[in-house]
């Protein structure tokens, strides 16, 4: 399907405005959106997503202007960062407004808002002339869409229609930053990193650990972002000698890596962008064609340690398996 055009938005907003859904491109992944103020429509996102009912949804809105109407109590620091970073790659938590429907908060007193960085969702949001609950358009617990063909494989014709955008160009979610307490806490890392928020809050940002996040976020779910393949973090020194061991036992072995190498018998090779937004950007792209292999294991080597690179590390270690490497026909992850 060639990219969205005028008349393919419009009838997009109509599809919104009869309580249907529709998938769409954001500049992180593509979202799966219904009418934020319809619950049934939003139950029909939960549905499709199979996602547990308790688990909220980020709400997205065309401009900053939305924002007094979606929150309340909204601090300072709200309003700072949404000049500086929307549209873009940064939710915000806030204290709800009344007008937020429980299905769409999953019942918690607090809702995630951003703006989101793209041309084409930013024509749906303008044209509907309100606010698109949407979730990653991916099963629960699975890859995140960075494609329409990806969203047109996973969730088929059951959304009623699937905007193209091309390819999305952070390919990672967007930074989630809590504004719920005095100080601002960071509930999912992205492309908005630490420092650029402490410069703009002219105040240090913590990243939030499992332990001290409270609310109920499933990105922050130990597993989630994974692939149907068992896929396995190995070391950069160790990859090619345990790829190559269970090639030896017979396995289909894909190997995503960054250090370019040659193609050798037996390994299914993909190879990674060196510096961590081009990683990011093809990152989900890569484990969605690796996955359509049926490979039976798939190895990614350890990402860097700085800053740069915190998002990538976060959803690895997420999407990657907790079994034993060579005993990947028992893996113990779940996958939602
Ligand atoms: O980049 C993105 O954020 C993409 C695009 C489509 O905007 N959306 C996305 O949505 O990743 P989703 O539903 O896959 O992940 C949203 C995350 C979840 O971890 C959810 O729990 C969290 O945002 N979230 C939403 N509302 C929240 C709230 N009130 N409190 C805490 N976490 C919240
Ligand atoms: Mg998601």
Not at 118 to 129: N, Q, Y
Request: hydrophobic fraction near 40%; proline fraction near 8%.
């Amino acid at each position: 399907m060639p990219i969205a055009k005028d008349k393919d938005v419009a009838r997009a907003v109509e599809i919104l405005r009869s309580g249907g859904v529709v998938a769409f491109p954001t500049e992180t992944v593509y979202g799966l959106g219904a009418d934020a103020l319809n619950p049934q429509a939003v139950a029909r996102v939960f549905a499709i997503k199979r996602r547990p009912p308790d688990h909220p949804l980020i709400v997205h809105l065309p401009d900053v202007s939305y924002l007094k109407d979606w929150a309340c109590d909204i601090p300072r620091a709200a309003y700072r960062l949404a000049e500086k970073f929307w549209p873009g790659p940064l939710t915000l938590i806030l204290k709800r407004a009344a007008i937020v429907p429980d299905s769409v908060t999953g019942g918690q007193d607090s809702v995630g808002l951003r703006v989101p960085g793209h041309p084409v969702a930013l024509a749906l949001l303008e044209k509907f002339g309100g606010a698109v609950a949407a979730p990653s358009a991916n099963r629960f617990g699975h890859v995140s869409p960075t494609r329409a063909e990806h969203v047109r494989e996973e969730l088929g014709s059951e959304a009623d229609m699937i905007l193209d955008g091309g390819p999305c160009r952070v390919g990672l979610e967007s930074t989630i930053v809590s504004l719920l307490d005095a100080r601002p806490l960071i509930l999912r890392p992205g492309a908005i990193s630490r420092s650029m928020l402490a410069e703009a809050l002219g105040e240090e940002i913590e990243t939030g650990t499992a332990e001290k996040i409270t609310l109920r976020t499933p990105g922050m779910l130990v597993s989630h972002y994974a692939p149907h393949t068992p896929l396995h973090k190995v070391p950069a020194a160790e990859l090619y000698e345990r790829a190559f061991a269970l090639v030896t036992q017979g396995q289909r072995v894909g190997v995503l890596t960054r250090q370019a190498g040659e193609p050798a018998s037996g390994l299914h090779y993909y190879l990674l962008p060196s510096d961590p937004k081009g990683y990011a950007h093809e990152l989900y792209d890569t484990l969605h064609k690796a996955d359509a292999r049926r490979l039976d294991v798939l190895l990614i080597e350890d990402p860097p340690q700085d800053e740069a690179w915190l998002a990538v590390r976060d959803r690895l270690s997420r999407a990657t398996s907790t079994s034993k490497l060579l005993n990947s026909s028992t893996d113990t992850r779940e996958t939602g």
